[in-house]
């Protein structure tokens, strides 16, 4: 995660410069400056190249550079570096003026403890950034790039995590700490877990496939459930081809309602897999546009061995 040091960097980086020009401005000492320089261009966030004896930085084309260098002089009394620790760009990343928290539901989601949920929602209230109504609380629209800037961090981070680790490969899905990606290369990083169609292989399902493979890059899980594939599938391709495969592997799985409903929620597809959760609750008996007849779904339950 980016430190304060280096946010204090990024935020007065709005033109070239060089080492000591910026530990004048943000009276640091030149080695912590190019400390904080190694930080950002590991990240691409910044580019360095050599000019005579001096190395010149210059700030990315990243849209949350931008966004960052705005708030700061759009808001020259916010010491945005200090306010945007780790804990807080995640509470951001979910946090805007558009949607209401409670703080359980942003701990929940964070799966920070409430007690740092609180302190840095009073943080925010305290600086007229957060509004609060009843036990709700949300951006005020003059502070939403602050969503904004830790919602583009994240998804620049995870780009570069994706350049570096695999060499190429399209996000399809991202919260922020985990992703889905697509990439035509073989990957063996122990965080890459194979998903997508090839993965339904491990409950006997086999189905033809192209070259492209679909990996979830996560820190915390060491291995898949089948509710993540499931949802997995849907967010790569909701088609009827693809909505008939996952029912299958829930029928095989044996995944329940309950199951199939909280991974869902997880993956902010609950409207996509409600229909197919009714659908195989009652056999057929609700079905909607997004669902097979059941004839249908029988046949292909058969084609593959799948025991309704």
Same mark, same amino acid.
């Given at each position: 995660m980016i430190a304060e040091r280096e946010l204090r960097v990024l935020s007065v980086l709005d033109s070239p410069k060089g080492r000591q020009e910026l530990a004048d401005e943000l009276n640091y000492r030149e080695d912590t400056v190019s400390e904080a320089l190694t930080g950002l261009a590991r990240y691409d966030l910044i580019h360095k190249e050599r000019v005579g004896n001096r190395v010149i930085a210059k700030p990315s084309d990243a849209r949350c550079v931008e966004v960052l260098q705005s708030l =700061?002089?759009?808001? #020259?009394? /916010? &010491?945005? #570096? @200090?306010v945007l620790t780790p804990s807080m760009l995640n509470i951001l990343y979910y946090l805007s003026s558009g949607d209401a928290w409670t703080a359980t539901e942003l701990a929940e989601q964070t799966g920070h403890a409430r007690a740092t949920i609180y302190r840095g929602l009073r943080t925010l209230t305290n600086r007229a950034m957060v509004i609060k109504q009843h036990s709700q609380y949300r951006l005020t629209e003059e502070f939403n790039d602050l969503h904004t800037f830790a919602h583009e961090l994240q998804h620049h981070i995870h780009r570069v995590r994706i350049?570096? @680790?695999?060499?190429?490969? =399209?996000? /399809?899905?991202e919260s922020h700490e985990e992703f889905l990606v697509r990439t035509d290369t073989e990957v063996e990083h122990p965080d890459y877990h194979r998903t997508g169609l090839d993965a339904f292989a491990e409950y006997g399902l086999q189905f033809? =496939? =192209?070259?492209?493979? !679909? !990996?979830? !890059?996560?820190? @915390?899980?060491?291995?898949l459930t089948p509710g993540d594939l499931f949802c997995h599938?849907?967010?790569?391709?909701? @088609?009827? *081809?693809? *909505?008939? !495969? %996952?029912l299958l592997l829930a029928v095989k %799985? &044996?995944?329940s309602p309950e199951r199939l409903k909280t991974a869902a929620d997880e993956y902010g597809i609950t409207e996509i897999v409600n229909p197919l959760v009714e659908f195989l609750k009652t056999e057929g008996g609700k079905v909607s546009e997004a669902t097979p007849r059941w004839e249908e779904f029988e046949t292909l339950a058969d084609e593959y061995g799948v025991e309704l």
């Open positions: =700061t002089k759009s808001n #020259p009394h /916010v &010491d945005f #570096p @200090d350049k570096q @680790d695999i060499g190429s490969g =399209t996000l /399809v899905w033809f =496939t =192209t070259s492209e493979q !679909y !990996y979830f !890059y996560s820190e @915390d899980r060491n291995s599938l849907l967010l790569i391709e909701n @088609d009827s *081809r693809h *909505r008939k !495969y %996952a %799985a &044996d995944l």
